[in-house]
């Protein structure tokens, strides 16, 4: 996130030549711009509780990319993204587990978990700065859940697709004329997976605070988006 | 392939030379000669009777109700039957550890004056109080619990526990319809090891674990019904171990054994109880012989804490009673037991002795299984050991279910009963419905049982699969389970019990009941866990 962060304002500084001296859209953006993207994002998840007893972490990064479209000389945009686990097989891999009284026991049996979001979003990109472009959108996802665990009947296994809601603030900057980099800040809620069985059904037994995010699959993410085009 | 006869005239030719031999050396004379005498390691193997279709072993068998009444005539104690009997002339007292040594005798001359605290035995925090055999304990130790309260922590008798005798079945694949009910094969699908790393504590009548030749003189006794057994004098008793138990290539399996009916380390089986229940835990498997064991890869800790008809006319110190037991229990948390078998138990008055050892094991992180009873049909009394249990988180008692999922007919019920596990039951299901495991033929030990005229000395060399059914084989099934959950990582004996209770198939009425408790153990799915969502 430090390095995102510090390459961002890297770029910021070093404007492109076609950019300087221009505040706001610049004349020659075209009405429809198709830029594709590529990106990595680092989620730390809402159920902390339910990933840190199976995987022993409660963030995972992903990678993906999609495609975005701007109007109205880049004022307004929707995108279309799809990622995966930045892992081996992207997979996350943990462990089976009997929690009793609180206490997580770890059973030793490999668990393996896959998470492929299918996002759609749209949103507002604020020309307020000739190098700096900061945007907010909202949308929502189709999330695939796979769950596998050795030993285990298909019954057991779990192969589910839910939808969510996206929410994301950030800000790009277009360091040459046909590449942007982007940073933001991506909140997603994910309900329907979690929360029915398992580990996060276990820690979300009442109805308190503390346990609602265990029903929740999102979660917030840090992103870096590389888009090509104008 | 030699014959029984000609084994057991070529054993009793070389016992006969080993005792010539010591005599010349050490100058004994025959008749000096201890009455009874082990000398272990000299024996033959077993002779392997096979599958049995025995029927003796079951709680509504004319055989178990003819052995509790024997060793209760030899004990000249005819309440014995009712299990809630205690020894004469004794008394467990736990004192005040504040108490002065002034007061506390104080108060025993007011409770009985003719106490004497004995020297504290090994394994207890409590004292032994002797006392003359005409002097009442429960009235004394009532009179120390209501009048001396701040002397005394408690006060019991020293009550008498027994086995709970049951019952009988065969081979894995034909007889063993227990180990699949409780849905085991897929548990050691997800452990192979099956328990290799722990130790489980059978608290029983003894184990089956070395050969040897027994050398005692039999006195006569007279049974329930008056009947004289004449006096068989000095016998030689071949004595073989359970191969399929502890076998020849493993002697390692067997981890500190100890005998608190006689005081010594080598916990010889005179029953065949404590060999069979040992068996359900961890007889060996997918060895291609006999049936097969629930943890089968455990070590096992023989503590022989149960008397039987044969260590009494062999004069063993000590019976079982609660301070034995209690000694027991501890014994096995500090020798390293991870998981204690009690298919053992009592009605009566509470057991305070006894609360406090199993609120030690479990402290010390051991899982105890207890029987929950037979006498479901005999006015379903509280059984104190496993009533218990339900009071003490990772301490459970266990309920027995037939080959169907019944309630077996004799498993005690009651708000006490935590889980079910088979049992079996001939009833309705003849031999077909027990549970067989590796232990002496029964035709050549309990002699006892048969009439004056045919009375022998009793061979410990006749081991088959015999078929036994009760609370007591029930038990063993949930230890072996509680065992292989142990080695998968879940090492407190509070969150074994609730993944037991958890993953119970619950049976009867919905939720707990007084007759499954939370359900029949499903060992694969405790061992499986929880996922992320499923």
């Known amino acids: 996130m430090k390095l995102a962060i510090a390459l961002l304002l890297t770029l910021a500084a070093a404007a492109p030549a076609s950019a300087q001296g221009v505040f706001g859209p610049s004349t020659d953006a075209p009405l429809i711009s198709l830029r594709p993207f590529m990106e990595i994002s680092n989620e730390k998840f809402f159920a902390t509780k339910t990933f840190d007893a199976i995987f022993g972490e409660t963030s995972a990064r992903f990678w993906g990319g999609g495609l975005q479209v701007t109007v109205l000389r880049d004022r307004v945009y929707g995108e279309i993204g799809a990622s995966r686990l930045m892992k081996k097989n992207a997979e996350l891999v943990g462990q089976r587990v009997f929690i009793s009284d609180g206490k997580v026991y770890t059973l030793g049996i490999p668990l393996r978990s896959t998470i492929q979001p299918l996002e759609i979003s749209g949103g507002y990109r604020f020309h307020v700065h000739p190098r700096v472009v900061p945007y907010l959108g909202a949308g929502f996802g189709s999330y695939h859940y796979t769950e596998q665990s050795d030993f285990a009947d298909a019954s057991e296994n779990v192969d589910v697709t839910e939808r969510g809601g996206i929410f994301h603030v950030g800000a790009e900057v277009r360091v040459f004329r046909w590449v942007g980099v982007a940073v933001d800040a991506k909140y997603t809620h994910v309900p329907g997976i979690l929360g029915s069985g398992g580990v996060s059904q276990q820690f979300s037994q009442n109805n308190s605070a503390q346990a609602r995010p265990e029903r929740d699959l999102g979660g917030w993410a840090a992103r870096l988006k590389v888009v090509v085009g104008r | 392939m030699l014959d029984s006869r000609a084994r057991l005239a070529l054993l009793t030719l070389g016992v006969g030379l080993l005792v010539i031999f010591r005599g010349s050396v050490h100058g004994d004379q025959r008749y000096d000669d201890p009455p009874f005498l082990i000398l272990q390691g000299v024996g033959l193997p077993a002779v392997d009777v096979g599958l049995m279709k025995d029927d003796s072993h079951g709680p509504d068998a004319p055989e178990t109700l003819r052995r509790v009444a024997v060793r209760a005539t030899l004990k000249g104690d005819e309440a014995l039957r009712s299990s809630a009997s205690f020894r004469p002339g004794r008394m467990i007292v736990r004192f005040r550890d504040e108490a002065p040594a002034a007061a506390r005798m104080s108060a025993l001359r007011d409770a009985a004056a003719s106490g004497i605290i004995a020297e504290r035995p090994s394994y207890a925090d409590f004292d032994v109080v002797q006392m003359a055999a005409g002097d009442d304990p429960v009235a004394a130790a009532r009179v120390l619990m209501e009048q001396h309260g701040d002397v005394v922590m408690y006060a019991q008798p020293s009550y008498r526990l027994h086995t709970m005798f049951t019952p009988n079945d065969p081979l894995y694949a034909t007889n063993q319809w227990n180990l699949p009910l409780i849905n085991l094969e897929r548990a050691w699908d997800i452990q192979p090891a099956a328990g290799s790393t722990i130790t489980v504590a059978v608290l029983d009548s003894g184990l089956a674990y070395q050969d040897a030749t027994i050398l005692?003189?039999?006195?006569?006794?007279?049974?329930?019904?008056?009947?004289?057994?004449?006096?068989?004098?000095?016998?030689?008793?071949?004595?073989?171990?359970?191969?399929?138990?502890?076998?020849?290539?493993?002697?390692?399996?067997?981890?500190?054994?100890?005998?608190?009916?006689?005081?010594?380390?080598?916990?010889?089986?005179?029953?065949?109880?404590?060999?069979?229940?040992?068996g359900t835990i961890g007889q060996l498997t997918n060895d291609g012989v006999g049936t097969a064991g629930v943890a089968f890869n455990v070590k096992l800790m023989p503590v022989k804490v149960i008397d039987s008809v044969w260590d009494f006319l062999f004069r063993a110190p000590n019976e079982a009673t609660d301070e034995v037991v209690a000694?027991?229990?501890?014994?096995?948390?500090?020798?390293?037991?991870?998981?204690?078998?009690?298919?053992?138990?009592?009605?009566?008055?509470?057991?305070?002795?006894?609360?406090?050892?199993?609120?030690?094991?479990?402290?010390?992180?051991?899982?105890?299984?207890?029987?929950?009873?037979?006498?479901?049909?005999?006015?379903?009394?509280?059984?104190?050991?496993?009533?218990?249990?339900?009071?003490?988180?990772?301490?459970?008692?266990?309920?027995?279910?037939?080959?169907?999922?019944?309630?077996?007919?004799?498993?005690?019920?009651?708000?006490?009963?935590?889980?079910?596990?088979?049992?079996?039951?001939?009833?309705?299901?003849?031999?077909?419905?027990?549970?067989?495991?590796?232990?002496?033929?029964?035709?050549?030990?309990?002699?006892?049982?048969?009439?004056?005229?045919?009375?022998?000395?009793?061979?410990?060399?006749?081991?088959?699969?015999?078929?036994?059914?009760?609370?007591?084989?029930?038990?063993?099934?949930?230890?072996?389970?509680?065992?292989?959950?142990?080695?998968?990582?879940?090492?407190?004996?509070?969150?074994?019990?609730?993944?037991?209770?958890?993953?119970?198939?619950?049976?009867?009425?919905?939720?707990?009941?007084?007759?499954?408790?939370?359900?029949?153990?499903?060992?694969?799915?405790?061992?499986?866990?929880?996922?992320?969502?499923?």
Do not use: C
């Open chain 2, 216 to 278: 005692a003189t039999l006195p006569a006794f007279r049974d329930e019904q008056g009947r004289l057994y004449p006096a068989l004098g000095r016998v030689t008793i071949p004595y073989s171990a359970a191969r399929q138990v502890v076998p020849a290539s493993n002697p390692d399996r067997i981890v500190a054994p100890r005998d608190f009916i006689w005081d010594t380390n080598t916990p010889f089986d005179f029953d065949g109880h404590g060999t069979h229940v040992s």
């Open chain 2, 327 to 534: 000694r027991g229990v501890r014994y096995a948390a500090d020798n390293g037991a991870k998981i204690i078998n009690m298919s053992i138990g009592r009605t009566g008055p509470p057991a305070p002795v006894m609360e406090d050892a199993i609120k030690y094991a479990v402290g010390k992180g051991v899982f105890v299984a207890i029987a929950a009873g037979n006498e479901f049909e005999d006015g379903n009394p509280v059984e104190v050991l496993a009533e218990i249990a339900s009071r003490v988180k990772g301490a459970v008692s266990v309920a027995a279910v037939d080959r169907a999922r019944n309630h077996a007919f004799y498993s005690t019920a009651g708000s006490y009963v935590e889980l079910a596990a088979p049992g079996g039951a001939s009833r309705g299901f003849g031999a077909s419905g027990a549970i067989y495991q590796q232990t002496f033929f029964p035709d050549m030990t309990d002699t006892f049982l048969l009439s004056p005229a045919q009375y022998r000395a009793p061979r410990f060399d006749m081991i088959g699969y015999i078929p036994y059914t009760g609370t007591s084989m029930a038990t063993p099934h949930v230890a072996g389970v509680a065992a292989m959950l142990m080695q998968q990582g879940i090492t407190d004996p509070a969150a074994i019990e609730d993944a037991l209770e958890k993953y119970a198939i619950d049976l009867g009425a919905k939720g707990r009941d007084d007759q499954f408790g939370f359900g029949l153990i499903d060992a694969r799915n405790a061992m499986f866990g929880l996922g992320l969502a499923k």
